[in-house]
């Protein structure tokens, strides 16, 4: 997990920094914070993502599946257009970003 970090930004609000693939996720999954997925709805800001792959998507996916088990949610904001690419490419954009963003890729 040398290469990215789940920052705590306050009020339910929470920076994702680095590359987020393959090489990182197993590990950031591991140690996500129980502060992350215990308490109330959350915004997941990817604008510190500087790259992303398929296993970066499957984390964001894997998060939103236990938000939804435990009756929250997860908003994704600022997310780079690479990850919004691949979402798109395995019919999950409208899932993770909305409608909105996914359209803004046609």
């Known amino acids: 997990m040398d290469d ?17 693939g393959f090489a990182t996720v197993a590990g950031l999954l591991k140690s996500t914070p129980r502060s992350f997925t215990a308490n109330g709805d959350i915004q997941l800001d990817l604008s510190g993502v500087t ?22 949610s997860i908003t ?3 997310m ?14 409208d899932i993770l970003f909305g409608t909105m963003a996914a359209a803004r890729e046609a």
């Not at 992303?52 to 938000?67: K, P, Q």
């Not at 690419?85 to 019919?91: D, F, Q, T």
């Open 76 to 78: 994704f904001l600022h």
């Open 4 to 20: 990215v970090r789940l920052e705590d930004s306050g009020g339910g609000t929470w920076k994702l920094v680095g590359d987020l």
């Open 51 to 72: 790259r992303a792959d398929s296993a970066g998507l499957a984390l964001l996916v894997e998060w939103l599946r236990e938000a939804g088990n435990q009756g929250r």
């Open 80 to 93: 780079p257009a690479q990850m919004l690419s691949i979402a798109r490419v395995c019919g999950l954009a």
